[in-house]
């Protein structure tokens, strides 16, 4: 017999398949034992040696392998092929070592990007052994992350009271969070003004044209800064005789398919496309990786997912060609296969791109097989490798230059038309357009087409539009674009992304508003505190380059224990210096660095200090610090006790800043001629279509959760106040589809069918393709609940997986029975769940019987009570009326002898 050592059961279960019956495949539920959470795992004075510990999990697992390799003489250590799955193989070693399992057993180390049966065959004809450099890197890394988190935690529970804990890369990605909420907060918008005008060629055919030249003078962003100048320009256009097309511009441009994903990048496009965050992702991929069986055959559908390379084996690249050769035809098939490299920034390109296991097995094929987040996922996959493999799009740029009265105003026009789509025909990169707009990328040209024009010809002037803008803080940061930013600086690796993001929701540092990060006050004053007195480590550079000196590790380039050296000597400097901090001096560096956040300057009122004390008014206002955490309190203490929470004043305020004492008027409807206002009533913000008229009300409509009053402009207004809005029609049975928003928040409706809007998910821009899948994910009625697992053999009676309020479980019939930690809900199987049932049906009823004895134990003491009690009313008949007070007495007597 050989024994075959992977992570996971799902993972067990598909390579048991392909191996047979002379191997057995073990699970060992990831990592079997970790460092202490305890002070001295890691010790620094005996040159970092460590002490592991295996926990109750690991002790079970590594029974069960030990039991079996006993009886072996092959252990295939067959774990990820990553640092990390190579440090769970030699954690295994070690353990099996010291138990004394391992004499005249041959140990090998094989390694495989994906699951499928060539590949596990290939990777058994080709063993290794145990690589020491990957070891070397874990273990540096591991105790990098022990000595910066329990060396600098307790430093920040003493100085810093109700912070939770730093981490050597969470810490650095939690500072990323905060410095672009202080540069939103430090924004101030500026106001500019741009001109569009509609025209009609000679043919009567009309297209848009915005203003960039005045009297000769190129216009720049800010020129027209105010309403008294777009006018003046609205003016000058409107005063021109003849407008004619002064100069076309035409040009054939090409673009380049994007690579294959990445982790990063998968991530980053699961956010934008699917509303994934980066935990639900991976833990998607995961399932796709392991495997699922697809009709009798378990297979791993893509290959690894946790990689930063970008390229792609060459039978992949083969069958890609092939693929689209076939199903889309040769012009869409380039010369040669497309070569990618990758951009991130300490990149290891051990691994392929992530992948599809086999091209040819297209979504719509194994739908039926998958999850509706595997095939959301699969299906995102497997066209972004088709199409980075695929030909080019083409496009025809044209740039139309228009001049008002030989030159007085210029006006320019941009389009583009997609001559060959390319690529384009089956994938296109989502992008995040509230980031474009911030960095400026705001122009699409191809979303413009322009009708045939030529020069010198004259055009008819129809509309021209005055629009006011004002400039836009950054965004804060989305999941993907955090993830992006991390990558380029090269913090953190790609199998680390999700845990870091996670954990700072953990720990209440940052929370999540509208899928963008926003960072708590506790999150500030943590990275606040590190800035100030361990600077060094929370900058961006120092971070990734420990990321590279990791790297040389596993090369076999340094020693991992120099690297700990050169690190813990600085370190542990800085905190022995941190450690002789006063409170007094922590309160000084986080006042001075978070002042302009905890007291910002009111613009309406400029001369208001923001720091006076309201209650004593002479006092200065400043950061205090009690055992549970940091709040605002007055200098003038113990004489003035004023104090309150650690926030900025008004947050929390849901107007975001405007003034809705009275009401807000937003312009007027052009069908109604009624003003629209937006109000503050005392169930939040509102929009009202003009007046009350006798007893007539006038239309209302509440602000959907997510959108702030100051997004709310006049055109959204008047959407928002037309809803319920018409979708479009179910194409099966063509009733119509609507949306509007409810007592609940925002809806899609087919019938009687009602789906709440998910987040993302735009109440006023919702189109049929997106409704129609959220009406087909609305639950059924009558439907039974959970997941399905298979029929019972017993009965035929379905068996299903869910979730309760105590945790996942598995039913049939009236029959529960709780899912235990060691497996995993989302892919339990009939197989797993049928002990389970059995060993619940077998507690219950041991449970019978013993119901049944108590039962019969309290009727026998009932039954005395009677009888004595008989014998009481008697006895009390005999007794006189004088009496009758102690015959109530007797009757006491019995129930306390029943006792």
């Known amino acids: ?94 353990e099996l070592k010291r138990r004394d399992v391992l004499d005249g057993v041959d140990v090998e180390r094989v390694v495989f990007n994906e699951i499928t049966k060539k590949a596990i065959a290939e990777a058994f004809d080709h063993p290794r052994s145990l690589n020491r450099e990957l070891i070397d890197a874990y273990m540096a890394r591991r105790a990098l992350d022990y000595l910066v ?6 430093v920040l529970w003493r100085k810093l009271p109700g912070s939770r804990s730093a981490g050597r890369v969470q810490s650095v990605a939690l500072r990323l969070i905060c410095e672009r909420e202080a540069e939103i907060e430090v924004f101030r918008p500026q106001e500019y003004w741009s001109i569009e005008v509609s025209l009609l060629n000679s043919a009567g055919a009309g297209f848009t044209a915005r203003l960039t030249h005045l009297d000769g003078t190129k216009l720049d962003k800010f020129d027209l800064g105010n309403e008294a100048a777009a006018k003046a320009a609205t003016a000058k256009l409107e005063a021109a005789t003849q407008i004619a097309v002064s100069q076309v511009e035409r040009k054939q441009t090409k673009r380049n398919p994007y690579p294959p994903f990445t982790t990063s990048t998968l991530q980053q496009e699961a956010s934008r496309k699917l509303g994934f965050g980066a935990t639900r992702t991976m833990r998607v991929a995961q399932k796709l990786y392991e495997g699922l069986d697809l009709g009798g055959e378990t297979v791993g559908l893509i290959t690894y997912m946790r990689t930063d390379g970008v390229q792609m084996a060459e039978e992949a690249l083969s069958s890609t060609r092939s693929l689209i050769s076939t199903d889309y035809g040769d012009p869409y098939l380039p010369e040669g296969p497309r070569q990618y490299k990758s951009k991130a920034k300490n990149a290891q390109e051990a691994h392929e791109a992530i992948r599809p296991t086999d091209l040819f097995r297209r979504p719509k094929d194994i739908a039926a097989f998958l999850d509706d987040d595997g095939r959301k996922l699969y299906d995102l996959i497997w066209r972004r490798t088709v199409a980075s493999q695929m030909a080019s799009a083409e496009l025809d740029q044209v740039a139309v230059d228009i001049k008002a009265d030989g030159g007085v105003a210029q006006l320019r026009a941009t ?26 990328d705001t122009d699409k040209p191809g979303d413009r087409r322009l009708p045939k024009l030529s020069e010198g010809e004259a055009l008819t002037r129809q509309e021209i539009r005055p629009e006011q803008h004002f400039t836009q803080p950054p965004p804060r940061y989305t999941e993907a674009s955090l993830v992006k930013k991390m990558e380029e600086l090269g913090i953190g690796r790609p199998s680390t992304y999700a845990s870091i993001l996670q954990v700072l929701q953990d720990r209440n540092y940052v929370q999540l508003d509208r899928r963008r990060f926003v960072p708590e006050d506790r999150g500030r004053l943590v990275v606040a505190f ?20 990791l790297d040389d590790i596993s090369g076999g380039r340094i020693d991992w224990r120099l690297v700990l050296r050169d690190f813990w000597s600085a370190f542990s400097t800085s905190v022995e210096g941190a450690s002789g901090l006063s409170i007094t001096q922590v309160i000084d ?51 003035c006790r004023y104090t309150r929470a650690l926030a900025v004043p008004g947050e929390g305020d849901d107007t975001d800043g405007i003034d809705l004492t009275n009401p807000k008027p937003l312009g007027e409807d052009p069908g109604t001629g009624k003003t629209i206002t937006l109000r503050k009533g005392p169930f939040g913000i509102y929009l009202q279509a003009g007046e009350p008229e006798g007893d007539t009300k006038p239309k209302r409509a509440s602000l959907p959760k997510g959108l702030s009053p100051a997004e709310v402009d006049l055109a959204k207004a008047l959407a928002l106040l037309a809803l319920p809005r018409e979708v479009g029609n179910h194409p099966e049975d063509g009733k119509t589809i609507s949306a509007g928003i409810g007592r609940y928040g925002p809806y899609v409706k087919h019938g009687s069918t009602y789906r709440s809007l998910t987040e993302g998910d735009d109440v006023l821009t919702i189109g049929l393709n997106r409704a129609v899948a959220l009406i087909a994910e609305a639950p059924k009625r009558g439907a039974a609940a959970g997941r399905p697992l298979g029929d019972h053999p017993d009965d035929g009676k379905p068996v299903t ?18 899912i235990p930690g060691d497996i995993d809900p989302e892919t339990i199987t009939l197989e797993q769940a049928l002990p389970l049932l059995a060993a619940q049906a077998e507690k219950k009823a041991a449970k019978k019987p013993a119901a049944k004895k108590k039962a019969a134990a309290k009727k026998k003491p009932a039954a005395k009570k009677s009888a004595k009690k008989k014998t009481a009313k008697k006895a009390a008949t005999k007794k006189t009326t004088a009496k009758k007070a102690p015959a109530k007495k007797a009757k006491a007597v019995p129930s306390t002898v029943a006792d």
């Open 530 to 549: 590190l800035a100030s007195f361990f600077e060094r480590y929370v900058q961006y550079n120092f971070t990734a380059e420990m990321e590279e000196k």
């Open 1 to 94: 017999m050989n024994v075959v050592v992977v992570e996971s059961p799902a993972k067990a279960k598909t390579i048991n398949k392909y191996l047979g019956k002379d191997f057995q495949v073990l699970a060992s539920y990831g990592h079997v034992r970790d460092l202490p959470a305890k002070d001295g795992s890691v010790r620094p004075d005996e040159d970092f040696s460590m002490s592991w510990q295996v926990d109750e999990r690991g002790e079970k697992r590594l029974k069960e392998i030990a039991d079996a390799v006993k009886r072996s003489k092959h252990l295939y250590l067959a774990t990820d092929p990553d640092r990390e799955g190579e440090a769970i193989s030699w954690h295994i070693v070690e």
């Open 149 to 154: 988190g329990f060396t600098l935690s307790p």
């Open 801 to 818: 997986q869910g979730k309760g309020r105590f945790g996942p479980y598995v039913k049939h019939l009236r029959l529960y029975a709780s």
């Open 589 to 639: 560096a986080l006042d001075e660095d978070l002042g302009p956040h905890f007291f910002p300057h009111d613009p309406k009122n400029p001369d208001r200090n923001p720091r006076a004390c309201p209650s004593c008014g002479d006092g200065r206002l400043g950061l205090r610090f009690s055992r549970t955490g940091g709040f605002v309190g007055c200098s003038n203490y113990p004489d």
């Open 415 to 440: 389009g583009s038309i997609v001559t060959f789509d390319g690529f384009l025909t089956l994938y296109q990169e989502s992008r995040d357009d509230r980031d474009n707009e911030a960095n400026g």
